[in-house]
């Protein structure tokens, strides 16, 4: 089981901009880009926002994007809005066919 | 719309059986790829089991590999996954998600999930 690490917090401002790292190996996160992100607010369901690195799903706000150097993959989220605090996570797509989430990371928006 | 809709979990002892359902509507159900994911209270998400539309290919995390097994009847739009000898640490809000595509692919939208309790 691969071992993704994102940072347990990060904090922002209304308007602002925030990055959210997810950092793996050569196995997962490296090994594709085949990287995806959700965004899950308490006691719901999580939401895919981001897939195939940077890739939108229909209906996600164009301030979420996302891109990937080597081994780690990156989050972005532009303006930051209330309704983006929320729990995020990183989603590679690993070796033998299967995906692995990062720990998870709370946006506190300020 | 695409729904998908969990049954009910459960109070299960260790050891013991539960089998959910995830009901699907909306979309072709045979035409993609199911998920199942879990997360225990206050912790992230593991990837559980997949299967593919047809249900031929099926495939599963090694923390459940042996216990769970994953199906699906598409005449009847519905995912399964039975879990066998659960252990306490199965304890977990299990989410039913549809794959964007019939194999290997994201899973796009999710369940409200169910909640398994294994405890005696």
């Known amino acids: 089981q691969s071992a993704l690490t994102q940072p347990a917090s990060v904090s922002g401002s209304p308007g602002q901009s925030i990055t959210i790292s997810c950092i793996g190996s050569s196995s997962d996160v490296g090994a594709n880009d085949y990287v995806s992100w959700f965004q899950q607010h308490p006691g719901k369901a999580p939401k895919l926002i981001l897939y195939?690195?940077?890739h939108r799903p229909s209906g996600v706000s164009f301030r979420f994007s996302g891109s990937k150097s080597g081994n780690t993959a990156s989050l972005t989220i532009s303006g930051l809005q209330a309704e983006d605090e929320a729990d995020y996570f990183c989603c590679p797509f690993i070796t033998g066919n299967t995906w692995v989430f990062g720990g998870g990371t709370k946006l506190t928006v300020l | 719309e695409v729904q998908l809709l969990e049954s009910e979990g459960g109070l299960v002892q260790p050891g013991g059986s539960l089998r959910l359902s995830c009901a699907a509507s909306g979309f072709t159900f045979s035409n993609y790829a199911m998920t199942w994911v879990r997360q225990a209270a206050g912790k992230g998400l593991e990837w559980v089991s997949a299967?593919?539309?047809?249900?031929?290919?099926?495939i599963y995390a090694d923390s459940v590999k042996g216990r769970f097994t994953i199906s699906r009847d598409n005449s009847k739009n519905t995912l399964y996954l039975q879990m066998n000898s659960l252990r306490a640490e199965d304890t977990a809000v299990y989410y039913c998600?549809?794959?964007?595509?019939?194999?290997?692919?994201?899973?796009?939208?999710w369940g409200k999930g169910t909640t398994v309790t294994v405890s005696s």
């Open positions: 998600a549809k794959d964007q595509y019939n194999w290997n692919s994201i899973m796009d939208v």
């Open positions: 195939d690195v940077s």
């Open positions: 299967i593919s539309g047809n249900g031929d290919t099926t």
